[in-house]
């Protein structure tokens, strides 16, 4: 199957299928012509094709006279941070993230840190396509040197935005699994910072995925055993590259990862009111939690670039998506697992409850998640066929942002393609797990493409 | 005017920013790796400053067939050559233009046997890399680049091994050495002041890769390698290409000696000490060289321009010692490739042997003095200059080999186009260095009003 996904922040695929080098090459070299020949940012994750399409994007970017900055193995939102701290005019994170083994992409960071803006990554994009890359004569080739003291600015700043003090008096144990990627050699510094007894599983980096990297209950039940049996105040589940987080209880129940978007907002618009940003298919808990506190709520598309661009524009105090990511622009323009688990900790000391009985507090709705396998191309085709069922049915709402959602008093549906994999994603939320199950089921039944997951 | 990307026996070559990119570097090495099948490649690379960039593309490509690089880093490319074939790596990749100007740079292909692809084995390399079917690896089969750092330590210790170090030791010679702001930069001075124990005075030593004299070691670009060795009182001066691959002399009065000289000492030398065999040389090489081994009673084969024909025939005939004219030695006994480090080692030795200077032991090889000339020719016309040339001249029975070889009672010419830039090269040979430059110049005005 080749597979290959581009968009203006970046390219994804199946390594030896559609990432190739060349793939790389081309797209760093359209990504140079952009920031002609500046200093530019790179990091990687310890995948095990990382190293590769790093040695081929490090060739595009130093052939186009780029100052290229080497962080080595890092968490991409680290390298996010890192893009205005040491003033570079952007930055390709290498990461495969959430997606399972053979997945790899290039995320293309803008020059505050945050997923390329659109109509820089059009720019990108057109020259990819066009073939058209500034290749500089041999006088003028750029240079790569690593880097590696990052990471102190980076939880200096951290520290600075959170009750520090608070988290350290607290001496909580907790438990977390950095599914032996970039976030692993960063985790001491951290917990030391934060005065934090941490445990890690899955602590070493790895150049294979020791789990599903996608934070998820189901992928954090051996963690939330080892947080009960501990004595954790709480576990945290991350993604390879750390931008994306699920919680554990201390009594051993794994969330939900639409909760930690959340649990955080929740904590957050207490202490500071003010626009939130969501993609449209995350809980409705958000929904009500912003209402609670009187945020204005504004929807994206699903992906990062679209939630933070939207809290450019819309000078939000907080970004998030379902999946489990958060963006606090008041410390970087990045999904940040660090500053999730941070706030996290901050919103537990602060409020002085155990994570279980914090959560009585929100809103809590079931969540259904289901993707079904389909050609290329049928994934549209069965969407339409979905289209033409609302139609038919009139639900309260359809809203077209990203795919289809419609909704309904006691909850929501929504479908669309998925941009990285040949499926059809549907989520579904209700009241009772049986609702949302049953929408679910329905809308499968619409799209008729046979088959499931 | 975009420079075409020039692929031939000596790899492919180009202008960097032009035609040689980082995408014609992956790409070959893809078809490199796919050739030679998964295992240890190793690469190395001068000091150009877009060598690491074209590494770095190297790599990725090597990596994504499922070869696992082995970064030798700056190395002479002689160091490279003789790292593959006693490492048991699949085969090398030499980053380096060689004699070429800093704006170019190329990939050279080393076989497993640490020679360059012989011309059969380069043409099947071309047609896969036209093919661009290449076999992937997944993910779980990509191999992690790592470091080969003793590949110039295994090469001093072979031409140590080789050489009377003890008698070189013993002389305590004053050297200069030019190394062109190349490989030369970071390895010369430890080769010729800890393993043969001179004192060493290095020239254009910014191991920078922008060349501050012109890169081919001509006589009239040694002008300030002679001034070091007059200023320094030096028995003898060194002048090596970027990659360390071509030596050429100047003697202790400070006088470049020609490039051919180097490979008539080293000639002479091993057949008079290591016994005597067949010496092959190119077309374009010394009388001087040829009288040499004669006198020796050693039979001389000449070849095709090209370092990996001579060291074919090399290998064909058993032969003992060859080379080109162009400062290029090549001793089998070390190493079957071009090294300016054995040539060193070897002149050395004579001299320490002989107990001459420089200017005598110059003096005593044949009185022939060589001149050249270069015309910028496309390849339609330089071809049908060579057609026209060669009917001119058809009652000589020019050697056709390799363009037109004419020989004449007191030397010859040879007219051919280059295998590396769009030029035609013409060389003559004559007894003194007027009928010499003579000679060249008539036949490049014959070329270039032809």
Same mark, same amino acid.
């Given at each position: ?93 290498? /990461?495969?993230?959430?997606?399972? /083994? ?21 720019? &990108? ?35 600075? $935005? ?43 980096? #790895? ?90 709520? &504004? ?11 939207? &809290? ?9 998506? %379902? ?96 941009? #990285? ?33 | ?25 992956? /790409? ?50 002689? /160091? ?95 050297? &200069? ?124 084969? $000449? ?18 010692? =060859? ?30 042997? #002989? =107990? ?12 022939? $003095?060589?001149? $050249? ?37 007191? %030397? ?39």
């Amino acid at each position: 199957m080749k597979t290959l996904r581009l968009s203006n922040f970046g390219v994804r695929g199946f390594v030896g299928e559609s990432l190739t080098p060349e793939t790389v090459l081309d797209f760093a070299a359209a990504f140079a012509g952009l920031v002609e020949g500046r200093r530019v940012l790179i990091a990687r994750d310890t995948r095990g094709s990382s190293a590769m399409l790093h040695a081929a994007a490090v060739a595009s970017l130093m052939a186009a006279g780029c100052e290229t900055l080497d962080l080595g193995i890092c968490p991409t939102p680290m390298l996010q941070f890192s893009v205005p701290a040491l003033g570079a005019a952007g930055a390709i994170a290498i /990461s495969g993230g959430h997606h399972p /083994s053979g997945w790899n992409a290039l995320l293309l960071i803008g020059p505050d840190g945050g997923p390329l803006e659109p109509a820089a990554g059009e720019q &990108v994009l057109d020259a990819f396509h066009a073939g058209a890359f500034a290749g500089r004569d041999a006088r003028s080739i750029g240079e790569c040197r690593p880097v590696r003291d990052y990471a102190e600015p980076y939880f200096d700043a951290l520290e600075r $935005r959170v009750a520090a003090d608070a988290i350290r008096a607290e001496r909580g144990r907790i438990v977390l699994d950095p599914v032996g990627g970039a976030g692993c050699d960063f985790v001491t510094p951290w917990a030391r910072r934060f005065g934090v007894d941490a445990l890690a599983v899955n602590g070493e980096p #790895t150049a294979y995925l020791a789990r599903d990297p996608e934070p998820r209950p189901r992928n954090a039940r051996p963690l939330a055993a080892i947080v009960r049996a501990l004595g954790g105040r709480a576990g945290f589940v991350f993604s390879s590259d750390l931008g994306r987080m699920s919680l554990v209880t201390e009594a051993g129940e794994p969330l939900s990862e639409e909760l930690t978007f959340a649990l955080i907002a929740d904590h957050v618009l207490r202490r500071r009111p003010g626009a939130v940003v969501a993609n449209c298919c995350t809980t409705r808990a958000l929904d009500d939690i912003a209402a609670r506190q009187g945020a204005p709520l &504004v929807k994206t598309p699903v992906g990062q670039a679209y939630v933070v661009s939207a &809290v450019r524009d819309e000078d939000a105090v907080l970004g998030g998506e %379902g999946s489990g990511s958060v963006v606090w622009p008041a410390f970087s323009l990045a999904f940040d697992g660090f500053l999730m688990m941070t706030l996290v900790l901050e919103c537990l000391a602060l409020g002085g409850q155990p994570l279980s009985v914090r959560l009585r507090g929100l809103p809590r709705y079931e969540i259904v998640k289901r993707s079904v396998a389909c050609g290329p191309g049928e994934g549209y085709r069965a969407i339409e066929r979905v289209r033409a069922e609302f139609e038919r049915e009139r639900p309260p709402r359809l809203d077209e942002t990203d795919g289809l959602r419609a909704d309904y008093d006691d909850g929501w549906v929504h479908v669309r393609a998925s941009r #990285t994999e040949p499926r059809v994603r549907v989520i579904s939320e209700a009241r009772t797990r049986a609702a949302a199950e049953a929408r679910a089921e329905r809308m499968i039944r619409w799209m008729a493409l046979g088959g499931g997951s | 005017m975009k420079e075409a990307l020039k692929v031939g026996i000596s790899g492919v070559r180009g202008v960097v920013g032009d035609s040689m990119t980082p995408r014609v570097a992956a /790409s070959f090495a893809q078809a490199f790796g796919a050739f030679v099948g998964r295992g240890a490649v190793i690469v190395g690379r001068d000091t150009r400053p877009s060598g690491r960039m074209l590494e770095r593309a190297v790599v990725a490509g090597l990596q994504s067939v499922g070869c696992r690089p082995r970064l030798a880093g700056v190395v002479p490319t002689p /160091s490279l050559l003789m790292a593959v074939a006693e490492t048991g790596a699949r085969g090398g990749i030499a980053i380096t233009a060689s004699h070429n100007g800093e704006e170019w740079n190329a990939l050279k292909f080393v076989d497993r046997d640490g020679q360059f692809l012989s011309p059969a084995r380069a043409d099947e390399l071309l047609d896969l890399y036209h093919q661009r079917d290449f076999a992937l690896a997944a993910e779980s089969e990509l191999p992690t680049e790592t470091a080969l750092s003793d590949a110039v330590e295994r090469h001093w210790t072979k031409v140590a091994a080789f050489a009377d170090v003890a008698a070189i030791r013993r002389r305590r010679f004053r050297v &200069v050495a030019d190394v062109c702001n190349g490989v030369g930069a970071l390895h010369t001075e430890s080769f010729l002041g800890e393993t043969l124990g001179c004192a060493v005075t290095i020239v254009h030593g910014a191991p920078s890769g922008r060349f501050e004299r012109d890169p081919e070691p001509l006589p009239q670009h040694l002008d300030a390698l002679c001034r070091a060795v007059r200023a320094a009182g030096a028995d003898i001066g060194f002048a090596q290409d970027p990659d360390g691959d071509r030596l050429a002399i100047a003697d202790e009065r400070g006088a470049p000696i020609g490039e051919d000289c180097t490979l008539a000492f080293a000639v002479r030398h091993v057949l008079a000490t290591r016994g005597r065999g067949p010496v092959v040389i190119n077309l374009s090489t010394s009388r001087a060289v040829e009288e040499v081994a004669r006198a020796a009673g050693c039979p001389v084969t $000449r070849t095709r321009i090209g370092e990996i024909h001579v060291a074919a025939e090399m290998r064909r005939q058993g032969a003992v010692v =060859g080379g080109e004219s162009n400062g290029g030695v090549i001793v089998p006994a070390v190493h079957p490739c071009r090294d300016s480090y054995t040539a060193m080692a070897l002149t050395l030795e004579l001299l320490a042997h #002989t =107990g001459r200077t420089v200017s005598e032991l110059r003096a005593e090889l044949p009185a022939y $003095r060589v001149a $050249r000339r270069k015309l910028p020719m496309d390849a339609a016309a330089a071809a049908a200059a060579l057609r026209a040339l060669r009917r001119r001249y058809a009652d000589r029975r020019p050697n056709l080999l390799d363009g037109v070889f004419i020989e004449f009672d007191d %030397g010859w010419v040879h007219v051919r186009r280059s295998n590396t830039e769009p030029v035609v090269r013409i060389t003559a040979e004559a007894r003194t260095e007027s009928a010499a430059e003579e000679r060249a110049s008539r036949f490049s005005a014959e070329i270039a009003g032809a």
